[in-house]
């Protein structure tokens, strides 16, 4: 009865999209519990600088589990090559012309970042005055594209690639937006400023669409970086 009943609800869905949203269900998790800044700050509360070292963890964490155990995943279990999910060059003029002109915006963004209190409380993640050396100032911005590369791996890479092929573009664009801008809140405990959180879902479909377009997770990943760092720096001198 049970296996009759598994096997019609089953009967038109996608074994290999079955299995990424169900490791990706189980990546958010770890992700969430064992990545956050409040779990390190609780498990290692004596290390020095945890101000420092919490913010190292957590981008190391996103690169390992979004990244890493994602180039595991479709190679071992979905056995996919890796460019099906976004990991190449794909279309490098139109990537090239994407990069070029969010490079403008990017400055923008980080301006008008500055402005908002909030953002400013928030970033740069870092307090680059009291953690000012170089080796600091640089092992911060290394981990923070590493925290890149994970995120839009798993969001523009992996997921938005599986779930496209069933759902259709659109609506793999907006699912993978959702998620990505549920993780901005607290449930993720990392409480982002709200007009952050805001700003995630048209720059998911933003980042998502490139995606789609170029046929590379490539490009979103630099934009994002841009974005990122911009936001960092404006707020720094602000």
């Known amino acids: 009865m049970i296996r009759e009943e598994f096997a019609t609800v089953n009967k038109d869905s996608d074994g290999k999209l079955n299995l990424t949203l169900l490791y990706g269900s189980f990546v958010l998790f ?8 409040s779990f390190f700050e609780q498990t290692f509360a004596d290390v020095p600088d945890l101000a420092y070292w919490k913010i190292i ?13 994602g180039l595991i995943f479709i190679k071992f279990v979905l056995r996919r090559p890796l460019r099906d999910y976004g990991l190449s ?3 490098k003029k139109l990537s090239l012309l994407f990069i070029l002109f969010a490079i403008p915006f990017s400055v923008l963004s980080g301006v008008s ?11 740069p993640l870092v307090n680059l005055h009291e953690y000012g050396t170089w080796q600091l100032v640089l092992g911060y911005y290394v981990s ?4 890149y590369i994970g995120w839009e791996f798993f969001f523009r890479g992996l997921l938005l690639n599986a779930s496209k092929r069933k759902m259709g573009v659109v609506a793999a664009i907006l699912f993978t937006t959702m998620i990505s801008a549920l993780i901005h809140t607290s449930i ?12 995630a879902i048209p720059a998911g479909i933003m980042f998502g669409y490139v995606a789609y377009k170029t046929r590379s997770m490539i490009p979103p990943l630099i ?3 841009l974005i990122g ?3 960092d720096f404006f707020n720094f001198i602000y």
């Open 89 to 91: 060059f794909g279309e």
């Open 144 to 147: 923070y594209f590493l925290y």
């Open 229 to 231: 760092f911009s936001t």
């Open 57 to 69: 963890y957590h981008h190391c964490m996103n690169f390992l589990l979004f990244f890493c155990c």
């Open 223 to 225: 934009i994002h970086t």
């Open 113 to 123: 970042g500055a402005g908002d209190e909030q953002l400013r409380a928030a970033y």
């Open 30 to 37: 770890i992700y969430c519990y064992f990545g956050s800044y």
């Open 188 to 199: 993720a405990s990392m409480g982002k400023p709200m007009i952050e959180t805001l700003s």
